[in-house]
Each structure stands twice: as structure tokens, then as C-alpha cells.
């Protein structure tokens, strides 16, 4: 009888486990597709366009899909950070400008960033994902 | 020095050692005239490089040319040029001897314009660019930009210029400057 017992309880711990498991999974399929989903009506950012023509390009929002080169410099406050993206089929270096309060953004990261060109024809970030 | 010949020809007419004195000194006067001419010429010309390989002929005039100061200042000026030059080349030529051939490249790159066409400066440009293409394609561009006062598009070249030559102290700078302001703005 308490070999039974035991053996009922290894069994319903093993049905919560799994249970918490399929949330899990359900959760993160969930939010990445949610994040996807943000950025997949975005135009790819014409990256040699930008870099070898000296027109301005449209003021509307494009995806980058790059991985951090490097965190270069940041404001005072922390928020404001401009980092070196690779990307595009050259793999150029692209430097973006992040404004967010996201967690900070690091080296060797791969990220989806919504785009615009701003200022100065700077490329400035206002969301991204890190994948 | 005319009249300072009559007399010694008056003073003394038969003596060999004052004539051939006197000869002497009427060919160095005409050689020394010479010279000046040519001292005259390269100045006008610029050639800063024959100014200095005839550095030792022409100093004593130079010196002497205290009834033509600017002709004394143009030629200093000259052959601080060409030391300049020199120097940049020992520079250069040194670092492209450690395989740096982008920084090697860049010493020539910013010589001032009075020296930018110089024959020696252009071979030396011309066989490190063979060296480093992508580097140099990618500065040029970088400078252009930055000319043209688009900083965040100067600053894109000037980041793929670093990835072809790591750690280059110039475009570190300059990365540094165009960053700065574009975190400002």
C-alpha cells in the first residue's frame, strides 16, 4: 500500500511538471511570435541605399535584423546608447541610435530593431527584440 | 670689387699671385652669380626636393641674401616642406614594415595639399592601396561624407573603416567626435 501511494505521487508531480513545461513553451511561442509579428510588416532597411546615396530616405519605419558590433557611447541617463550594428548582405556596420528603457542592449546580441532615419540622417531605434 | 681690383693691379701689375687672386675672385663672382640665378629658379618653381639635395651649395648664399629676405624665407620654407615629406615617408615606410598598411596609408593621406601630389607620396599611396582597398574605399567615402556635413553617414564609414583596421587611433577619434555629437542632437 505505500508503494502504491509513492508511486501515485511521483506520478501527479510528473503531471505538474510537464504541465508547467507545456506553459512554458506555450508562452514563449506566444511572445516570440507576438514579437515577429511587430517587426514583420516592416520593410528591411535599405542599408546600401543609405550608405552609398547621398538622398534622404522616406521618413516611414524599416527593420534591421543585425547582431551588436558594439555598445559605443551612452548619455548620462543610461536610456540613450548608440551602438555599431552589422547588417544587411555586406555585413556593413550601421550606427544606430537606441532610446528605450528596454534592458540594455550588448555585444555579440542579435536583435530585430524598428528603425527610422532621423536627425542628421541618423538611424534612430524605437523598439527592438532581442532573439 | 671692381675698384678694389684696379688698385691691386695698380699696386702691384707683374704679380702672378695677385693676378690669379684676382682671377678667383672674378670666377667665383661669376659662379656665385650662377647660383644665385638657379637659387632663384628652384624657389620660383617650388622644387622643394632640389632645394634640399643642393642644401649644401645653396646655404652659404642663402645666408648671404640679406638684400633679398624673401627669397631667404621661400627657400626655409621649401626645405621645411621637404623635411616634412621625408619624414612622413620614414613614417610611413616604417609602418607599413610592421604590415600597417592603413595607418601607413593614412600618414600620406593627410600630408598638406603643397605635398599631397608629390611624386614619391603618390607611388608610396598608390602601392599601399593595393594593400588595403576595402580600408581606403571605406575612409574615402568617410571623408567625404564628413565634408559634406552628413556626420551619421561619415560615422557609418568611419565604423567600417575600424573593422578593416582595428584599434586605428585616427578613426577611433574620429568615431569618438561623430558619436558624441550624434548622441547630443
Known amino acids: 500500500m505505500p508503494r502504491n501511494s509513492n508511486s501515485f505521487l511521483n506520478k501527479q508531480k510528473l503531471l505538474i511538471a510537464g504541465a508547467i ?18 517587426f514583420s510588416n516592416l520593410a528591411e532597411f535599405p542599408v546600401e ?19 551588436v558590433d558594439n555598445v559605443l557611447l551612452r548619455d548620462g541617463s543610461g536610456r540613450r546608447f548608440l551602438v555599431s550594428v552589422q547588417t544587411g548582405k555586406n555585413g556593413h ?3 544606430v541610435l537606441v532610446d528605450s528603457d528596454k534592458k540594455p542592449i550588448q555585444r555579440g546580441q542579435q536583435l530585430l530593431m524598428r528603425v527610422h532615419v532621423g536627425a542628421q540622417e541618423g538611424i ?8 | ?17 695677385v693676378a690669379k687672386k684676382i682671377e678667383t675672385i672674378q670666377d667665383n663672382a661669376t659662379n656665385n652669380q650662377g647660383l644665385y640665378e638657379e637659387l632663384k629658379r628652384i624657389v620660383s618653381a617650388g622644387d622643394h626636393r632640389a632645394a634640399f639635395d643642393r642644401m649644401n651649395e645653396f646655404a652659404p648664399l642663402a645666408q648671404e641674401a640679406k638684400t633679398d629676405p624673401k627669397l631667404k624665407s ?28 592603413s595607418e601607413a596609408w593614412i600618414v600620406l593621406e593627410t600630408l598638406p595639399d603643397s605635398l599631397a601630389k608629390d611624386p614619391r607620396a603618390l607611388e608610396r ?7 588595403c582597398p576595402k580600408f581606403i574605399g571605406s575612409h574615402t567615402k568617410a571623408v567625404a561624407n564628413e565634408q559634406a556635413n552628413r ?12 573593422a578593416e583596421s582595428p584599434g586605428n587611433e585616427e578613426i577611433v577619434g574620429k568615431i569618438q567626435t561623430l558619436g558624441n555629437s550624434m548622441l547630443k542632437n
Open chain 2, 74 to 101: 621661400d627657400y626655409e620654407s621649401l626645405l621645411e616642406l621637404e623635411k616634412s615629406l621625408r619624414a612622413a615617408n620614414e613614417k610611413s615606410d616604417s609602418l607599413e614594415r610592421r604590415g600597417n598598411h
Open chain 2, 125 to 131: 599611396k598608390a602601392r599601399l592601396a593595393g594593400q
Open chain 1, 49 to 67: 541605399n543609405y550608405l552609398e546615396n547621398n538622398g534622404v530616405i522616406s521618413q516611414e519605419d524599416f527593420l534591421i535584423d543585425g547582431t
Open chain 1, 93 to 95: 556596420l550601421l550606427p
Open chain 2, 1 to 17: 670689387m671692381h675698384s678694389l681690383m684696379e688698385i691691386a693691379v695698380r699696386r702691384a701689375p707683374l704679380d702672378s699671385d
Open chain 1, 124 to 131: 534612430v531605434c524605437t523598439n527592438y527584440e532581442i532573439r
Open chain 2, 151 to 162: 556626420p551619421a553617414k561619415a560615422l557609418a564609414w568611419y565604423l567600417n573603416a575600424l
Open chain 1, 21 to 38: 513545461l507545456f506553459l512554458v513553451a506555450v508562452g514563449a511561442v506566444f511572445l516570440n511570435s507576438d514579437a515577429t509579428r511587430q
